[in-house]
Every structure is written in C-alpha cells, then in structure tokens.
C-alpha cells in the first residue's frame, strides 16, 4: 500500500493566513515532520506523531517523512510557501536520489504566502512589475553566482526580493551583495527591510539603497529592492505606500 | 471621517485556497469592487454593493474604489496575489496621482497565491531555487524590454514564470519569448504550461522549450521555464515531479 505526503506551507505565521486547504491536510494526518519552530505553529493533537528536526537537515527530513509516508498519511510543514527556498525541493530531491517505491507516494504541495508576498502586501506593492527572489545563502551555492544574478537583475531593471540575506555563518554576503546593486542602480532605489513579517514582532524600515545598512537584517529578515521606477508615496497619518508602476519605459 | 480599502486576493479560484483573513474582509465590505468574473467567486449577499468592471479599465476601477473608501470600508477584490501583476500596483498609482485625501484611506493588502506559485505546488518544485516573474504583455512596456528580461533571466540561470502569456491582441509575442530563451538554454530544459491551475477545468502540459507549442496556451495560463539544472522525475503510476534542485554549480 502506498501513502501520501502532504507538504504544507504554513505563511507567515498566524493562523489566519493559513488556507483551508492547508489547515485539512495536516488535520488529516497521522503525523507531521518539520523543522521545529515551524511544527510548533499546528496545534498539538495526542493523536498525532510529531517529528521535529533542526535547520539545515533538510534532506534528512524529507527522507524521515517519505519513509513513514510509505504506508501512511503523513504532512510536512513549511514556513511560508514550499516551492520558495522550502521543502518542496528537498522533498523532490529525496525522491530523486531515493528508492523506487519513494515514487508511488501521493505528493500534495499545499501552496502559502510567501515571505516577499507577505511584506509586498504590507507596504504597497513593491513587486508590482516583473521581480526576482533571490538567496543571498552561498551555502549550496557558489557566491560568484549570487553576484552574477544580482547584477543580472539589476541590469535588467527587475525588483528584487533577498530571501535568507544573513546569519551568523554568514555574515560579509548581505554587504557585498549591496555594493553590487549599488553599481547598477540609483542611490535613492527604494530598500524595505521585512523582519518577521504579518507576525506580532513584526519590523518593517523603509530605506534606500545608499543608506542601506546590512546590520539591520537577521534570520527572519526578507528585503525588497525597489527598481528605478519604484515610487513612495508620503502619507501624513499612515506609512509610506511603496509600489512599482504597471508602466515601464523603454 | 476616513475609511478604508481592503484589496483581497482571491488566489486560484476555489474556495479552499482563499486566506480565512482575506475572507474576513470580503465579509466586512459595505461594497465590493473587481473585475467581473473576480467578483463572481464571492458569495451573493444582499446588503453588499457589487461593482464589477471590465478587464483592462485597473486605474478606473481602483478610483472608483478609493472615491468610496473616502467614507466607508470597501474590498476590491484581485485574482492570485494582488501584488503580483494585479490591483495592488493600480490602487497605489491611483491613490498617487489622486486627490490629499485618499492618502488618508487605511489600505491593507490581503496576499493570495498566485499562479505561478499554485502551478509549481501542482508539479513539484520547479521555482526551487533563484527565480523570476516576468509579463509577456506589452500593453504597458515596449516589447524590446521583455526581450531584454528573458535574456538576462536565462543567461543568469533563473527559473522563470511567465504570466500574460498571449492573448488575441497579443498573439506573436509567447512564440517570440520562447525563440529568445531558445537561443539561451538547452532545448531539454523543462517548460510547462499551466491552464486554470487549480481549478475545475485545470490542465497542466509537460514538455521542453524545443517542443514548447506557443498554440498551446491562452489567458488563463501561466507558463514556467526551468533551468539548465532542472530535474524531471519519471514516476509509474502518478505525474512526474519537476524540481530545480537547492544545490547550483558555479
């Protein structure tokens, strides 16, 4: 008998950003795997297994949780959206590099709100025209190729979302991957850092990018990069609404 | 007296993909805004206004919905992600170009999940690693400057959604697009087409940029290109699994 593997983004956070459809799939399991902080977001059930793991076994998780999903109902969660730098990949990999009867499991990806979609929502829409989203992590990547893409991007007039722009390991990235955008875009390019976004410690700064300070993003930081056509609008009782036109010039 | 404007998205178009805080503020509008087929998916009620408009008339729509927020609390509903190549962008520029007071409306975006975010879910991981967003319309650009994106987004080995992909005043430019990505990727990179994903009428095409068949996509599409390093994975008894894997070479 062959189960299924539900992988379930979980948003931002809070409950109600989770979507229906989402919040059955991990009712309707029997156990749940994820990355701890994540699992401890769904509600504890005495008859439900859980399997939490630390950051950065992603691999090994997905192989827990497709080995259980061979004859079981079993969810992942993922914070945010899976198909963006989440599970999902992990997930397919495993099967990938795994056994035969790894690809007779049902695969359900329950898509969620994304980080640069959440702090987008929050302050205008910033990715109202055509953007990217980038890792600043060279942990699977070579940073030569981090560097190529955000001067790509630049060159190409795309707003940008930064995904996993620092950590402790990672320290020098988020700087230098601000020096090289510097080189392509205007000074006064808008730069929004999003800290734990649609969450209750949520911190959002509005900034440009020659005043741009690396020290200001952390773990739980997404940023967006504005393009040279990206507007602010000042309001005098409420925040600054930020968005990048529909139109855009030759 | 201010009000405000709740712009929702509605995501895919079932019931189940919908945030329950996005459904909340449909339920606390006085009056609801949106392109007709939109304003369709939300329950009939007969103390809510319904305003539906025309395709292609944003700005009008948007100022429609801000001239009644003034006074009272309005939603304007989006298909996908309102900040994805929807009404996000078209309020803020009306609310720009617009009269003080609409600079004191509470706006407040609701994220949904967007097409190309739903397709991925749908088939795997395909925006796994590095991607962007790009629209195929030039109603609001000129076309050498799609040119110029999907040029830079292939030689920089990003993963690509493809959104307004064609239409009957558009009919040339997807097969244009594609021939330009062909001069950049291998003609085995993974393309698949996406057809009212996540609906009832859902119809998902696996096939490769060499094979890639512009006849084969209309409005309610959204196409999305691998990279060279997409993985696609055969699997007997179910659809195969596409991913672009975490793990990129220099």
Request: one cysteine or more.
């Amino acid at each position: 008998m062959s189960g299924r593997l539900d992988i379930v983004g979980l948003g931002p956070g809070r409950q109600g950003l989770v979507t229906p459809e989402a919040s059955a799939a991990l009712e309707a399991a029997a156990a749940i795997y994820g990355y701890g902080p994540y699992l401890d977001r769904v509600p504890l059930r005495a008859d439900q297994a859980r399997h939490p793991s630390d950051n950065r076994v992603e691999l090994d998780r997905a192989r827990a949780a497709l080995g259980a999903a061979e004859t079981g109902r079993v969810a992942m969660v993922s914070g945010g959206d899976p198909g963006v730098f989440a599970m999902a990949a992990a997930v397919c990999e495993a099967v990938e590099l795994g056994p035969e009867a790894w690809r007779a499991i049902e695969i359900v990806v329950h898509p969620g709100i994304t980080a640069m979609l959440a702090l987008a929502a929050r302050i205008g829409a910033p990715l109202g025209h055509d953007f990217c989203a980038i890792s600043l992590s060279d942990n699977l990547k070579p940073w030569p190729l981090v560097e190529r893409r955000l001067a790509a991007a630049a060159q190409a007039g795309f707003a940008m979302a930064l995904y996993n722009p620092i950590s402790r390991a990672r320290p020098w990235q988020l700087g230098a991957g601000l020096d090289i955008l510097r080189a392509h875009l205007p000074g006064e390019t808008p730069v929004i850092f999003g800290r734990a976004v649609m969450r209750e410690d949520e911190e959002i700064r509005f900034t440009t990018l020659a005043e741009a300070d690396p020290a200001q993003a952390d773990m739980s930081t997404c940023l967006i990069i504005g393009t040279a056509e990206t507007r602010v609008i000042a309001r005098p009782a409420l925040p600054p609404l930020v968005y990048t036109p529909r139109r855009a010039p030759a």
